[in-house]
């Protein structure tokens, strides 16, 4: 089953612009992870932020994390055509036996339009 | 390695046929995953190894699936008397610690006729 919901489901945006993506969760977390997948290809990490955490930046990237709405957001400052790809948000669960596992999201596919 | 390597990149069966995927995780990484992605869908999860034992096997969907990690290092997913159902794209990721940001490989595509 999966845990993160992201909304929306599809963004379509001008290069230059900033894209919003969302994230909501069910259970308690220890980190969320944002990643992103372009057509064909495997998941590439772009951010982490732990749970007593509530922003960080990275680059372009900026995340928020509000645990008492179990809710993340995403936002891509500046999009360029190459931003174009599918994000997903992604939580680690305390998993049997003490272990930690993430368990992804549907995903949010953004296109940026030249 | 430099990075996660999944073998094959692709591969087609037939109905009721056995298959192994392999996955070549990034040397020293003791945690190991392996997901389903379907066609519009985010990864599923499968399993999770830490070192040589499987610390979480709870998304494996029936005792068709099976996948060991014998030394710590190469897991082999295997999927026993596979059905069109089971098509999809199996991803495989490493990382030093569970939990910690993931290093995925390229997946193997997997058709079932």
């Known amino acids: 089953s999966q845990q993160g919901e992201e909304d929306p489901q599809a963004l379509s945006i001008q290069e230059g612009e900033n894209a919003t993506m969302n994230c909501s969760y069910k259970?308690?977390?220890?980190?969320l992870q944002w990643y992103r997948q372009n057509s064909g290809r495997g998941l590439v990490h772009l951010i982490l932020?732990?749970?007593?955490?509530r922003e960080k930046h990275s680059g372009r990237l900026r995340v928020t994390l509000d645990t008492s709405k179990k809710s993340s957001s995403l936002l891509i400052t500046a999009s360029r055509a190459a931003d174009t790809a599918s994000y997903f948000c992604?939580?680690?669960?305390?998993?049997?036996?003490?272990?930690?596992?993430?368990?992804f999201g549907k995903g949010t596919k953004l296109t940026v339009n030249p | 390695g430099a990075g996660v390597s999944q073998t094959p990149s692709n591969k087609v069966t037939e109905k009721g046929k056995y298959v192994e995927l392999r996955c070549d995780p990034i040397?020293?990484?003791?945690?190991l995953y392996w997901y389903r992605q379907s066609l519009g869908q985010g990864p599923e999860f499968l399993i999770y190894?830490?070192?040589?034992?499987?610390?979480?096997d709870s998304g494996l969907p029936n005792d068709r699936f099976f996948a060991v990690r014998p030394e710590g290092s190469v897991s082999t997913l295997k999927i026993q008397r596979t059905e069109r159902g089971d098509s999809a794209v199996y991803l495989c990721?490493?990382?030093?610690?569970?939990?910690?940001?993931?290093?995925f490989g390229n997946g193997t595509r997997l058709t079932v006729t």
């Open positions: 040397s020293g990484h003791t945690a």
């Open positions: 932020i732990r749970s007593n955490e």
């Open positions: 990721a490493s990382s030093s610690l569970g939990g910690t940001p993931l290093h």
């Open positions: 190894f830490q070192g040589t034992g499987a610390a979480d």
């Open positions: 992604a939580t680690a669960l305390r998993s049997q036996g003490g272990s930690e596992k993430l368990v």
């Open positions: 259970t308690s977390i220890n980190n």
